[in-house]
């Protein structure tokens, strides 16, 4: 591409190795700051976009998201002595009003489903065909039975399949 557009580049790493943070005194280091002090014209680096760092330089739209996500090891012990590490411990982020407000909320859209897909003609399939003539529902199943209509719900909670 440099030929045919004609201009010429050099690959520089910076040299301190980082993305980029700004100091006490609003001067940036890493790659922000070598930006900012146009030492470098672009960056091709899996920087993460913040609100700080847009404010610095310019981004061009991100083209793949990234869920990041910070996991903290909590010492339970020295929180609380009095009580243990239990089996349950993964329950104690959220109040026991938001689970039982999850549950009630699976358990709702679960019936719902199952409710919707109940009177829906699509939801309905041949088990099997004993007479093409017979038009009866004897032989026909919905594929969203209560039991299929909870599995979907939790399979969309958990962002899994559900098949």
């Not at 330089?57 to 996500?69: Q, R």
């Not at 339970?76 to 993964?90: G, R």
């Amino acid at each position: 591409m440099s030929k045919f557009l004609n201009f010429t580049f050099d690959i520089v790493e910076v040299e301190d190795g980082t993305y980029g943070i700004e100091d006490e005194t609003g001067q940036w280091n890493g790659v922000i700051g070598v930006l900012q002090r146009h030492e470098a014209d672009l960056s091709l680096s899996a920087i993460t976009i913040t609100y700080s760092r847009v404010s610095a330089v310019d981004f061009t739209l991100p083209f793949m998201h990234l869920g990041i996500a910070i996991l903290m090891g909590k010492n339970i012990e020295e929180t609380n002595p009095s009580t243990p590490a239990s089996l349950f411990t993964f329950l104690e982020p959220l109040s026991f009003n938001v689970w039982i407000a999850l549950v009630i909320s699976y358990l709702a859209v679960g019936a719902t489903l199952s409710i919707l897909a109940r009177f829906s003609p699509y939801e309905w399939f041949d088990i099997k065909s004993i007479d093409e003539r017979d038009t009866s529902m004897d032989n026909h199943k919905n594929q969203f039975d209560l039991l299929n209509s909870l599995w979907f719900a939790i399979g969309s909670l958990m962002h899994q399949v559900s098949h």
